[in-house]
């Protein structure tokens, strides 16, 4: 009798433990499903607390010196790449094909700084100009900054083109003058194509002849040291979640921009759209299928980047691959309002941008007289332009690897982790009546020759600090999460095991009980 009713007690012990098993097992389950579908929502309530564009928040202080300590900040380097001509004098005196190689980089670290912040808090947007220095890097660099080269002579160029009917004569007697004089220095400075040092040309470090003798300021860069794009406005995230966060409200007071479609103005509100950001932050939540706007003053319009692929190569962090799709250089009849050719619709290029208007009001504010400079933009070794622009041109060998722009973008955080920015800088070149050196250039031809002078490489890459700050603060929440998660509904598997193991055993062992007292009853 002691031991039947001891083998009753722990039927009744493994019942009881069977309940307590699947109710601990079943909670852990349910605990982990909702922690693993809840964590989420809960994290981006988070992260988009912690990171719009205010004093304090986790991304404003990268966002407003990204770099400004060299030592320790990303690295930004600007790498500029010469076309240097080798044929110069076959081109203005046999009509030979133009001839040029390139050489480079000349690499300059570049430091960004955002100054003058004034919020509006009524409108949840920050003003701001983005300063930027750039120093000589001698180490990264292939040519030192007093090296020549030769290439187009854009002053002399521009001066032919700016110049007034009725100050054509005296300019062009100069240029004539100096063009033809024993003296090396002023026939290089009157000269279409001249030597030129690489630092010099960027940067106008010295007095320029022709302009000092016609009583211009001698000094013309094309680069400008520690200056400013403009004003910006934008929105800060406060009050739309970071949907809108870095998108750009106005750039130097105004929504939009003035220079487009003068000539064909069909679709002429798109081409002058402020869209997106200006490509140092984006939005939190950034969608595989979106596309990624930016705003970039260089090239005067907002471009667009579209997913292509995700890539690994920023450390640990996952992140999406996005480039500029071709159809951005292309002609259609959405992007016709960017043409600036005059002759006819049919005459416009792909893969070239006329950014001389935008330009030429740039130079020209606050100047009597209106600058009318040619600058075109195309990428580098004329990729995405015609065949006939790249075989007018002999050195021209468009390379989709090294030619094409990419940024790599944290999707949750919205933070770029990686960037490479290529622009070509081009000018057009025509025949000019009345100049010595050009009497035998292009004289017969009716159209402008599309000439490469340089192309830059903007080069982003975060130091492993950043990217290990990042990984902390959107890969190893997930993580732990899931794990967590994962580990709390194996474990209520196995308790939920456990208690079918012991409902198993009370069930046998009842039924055992159950036919001995039955026999015993016999």
């Avoid at 090296?147 to 002579?153: E, P």
């Avoid at 004003?231 to 995230?237: A, H, K, N, R």
């Avoid at 479609?261 to 932050?281: A, R």
């Avoid at 959405?334 to 006819?344: M, R, S, V």
Wanted: aromatic share 12%; proline share 5%; glycine share 6%.
């Amino acid at each position: 009798l002691f031991g039947f009713h001891c083998q009753q007690e722990a039927v009744a012990m493994a019942r009881t433990c069977s309940i307590v098993l699947a109710v601990v097992g079943g909670c852990c389950i349910i605990l982990g499903v909702v922690a693993l579908f809840s964590f989420p929502p809960i994290y981006q309530n988070i992260l988009n607390s912690q990171s719009s564009l205010v004093p304090g928040s986790a991304v404003y202080d990268d966002w407003v010196s990204p770099n400004s300590d060299p030592a320790n900040d990303a690295t930004l380097l600007a790498k500029y790449y010469f076309w240097n001509v080798t044929n110069p004098d076959g081109i203005l005196n046999d009509g030979e094909k133009p001839r040029v190689e390139q050489v480079g980089p000349l690499v300059y670290r570049e430091l960004q700084e955002k100054m003058n912040l004034t919020p509006d808090d009524a409108n949840n947007t920050l003003f701001y100009i983005d300063n930027m220095w750039y120093l000589y890097d001698e180490t990264e660099s292939a040519i030192s900054e007093k090296d020549n080269i030769t290439v187009v002579n854009l002053i002399l160029w521009t001066v032919l083109y700016s110049t007034p009917w009725y100050a054509n004569p005296v300019v062009k007697t100069r240029v004539n003058t100096d063009w033809n004089s024993d003296d090396t220095e002023k026939k290089n400075a009157a000269s279409p194509f001249y030597r030129v040092e690489a630092g010099n040309f960027l940067w106008g470090t010295q007095a320029n002849l022709l302009l000092k003798q016609l009583g211009e300021d001698p000094f013309s860069p094309i680069q400008f040291n520690n200056s400013n794009d403009g004003v910006y406005e934008v929105y800060t995230g406060v009050g739309n979640d970071n949907s809108k966060r870095a998108y750009i409200a106005s750039w130097d007071f105004k929504p939009e921009v003035p220079y487009w479609g003068n000539v064909y103005p069909q679709n002429k509100e798109y081409c002058n759209m402020i869209n997106g950001t200006d490509g140092s932050l984006y939005q939190t939540y950034v969608g595989e299928q979106q596309k990624l706007y930016v705003f970039d003053t260089t090239v005067c319009r907002s471009i667009y980047f579209v997913l292509n692929g995700t890539h690994q190569d920023t450390g640990d962090v996952p992140t999406n691959l996005y480039t500029v799709p071709s159809e951005v250089f292309q002609v259609t009849n959405e992007t016709l309002c960017y043409c600036q050719e005059k002759t006819a619709a049919d005459e416009c290029l792909n893969g070239v941008l006329d950014v001389s208007v935008c330009y030429n009001e740039m130079m020209s504010a606050g100047q009597a007289s209106k600058t009318k400079a040619s600058v075109v933009m195309t990428a580098p070794n004329f990729l995405y332009c015609d065949q006939k622009t790249i075989d007018a041109i002999d050195g021209m060998n468009p390379d989709w690897e090294t030619g094409h722009s990419a940024i790599n973008v944290e999707p949750t955080s919205g933070v770029l982790t990686k960037a490479r920015k290529r622009l070509q800088f081009n000018t057009f070149l025509e025949y000019v009546k009345g100049v010595d050196s050009l009497q035998n250039f292009r004289k017969d031809k009716d159209k402008k020759l599309l000439f490469p002078v340089f192309w830059v490489e903007q080069a982003y890459d975060p130091t492993a600090d950043s990217l290990n700050q990042l990984y902390d603060a959107v890969v190893l929440p997930f993580k732990v999460v899931n794990i967590t998660c994962y580990c709390l509904m194996g474990l209520g598997v196995c308790l939920l095991g456990g208690s079918l193991l012991y409902a198993i055993f009370s069930a046998n062992v009842k039924g055992t009980l159950e036919a001995i007292n039955a026999a015993n009853s016999l």
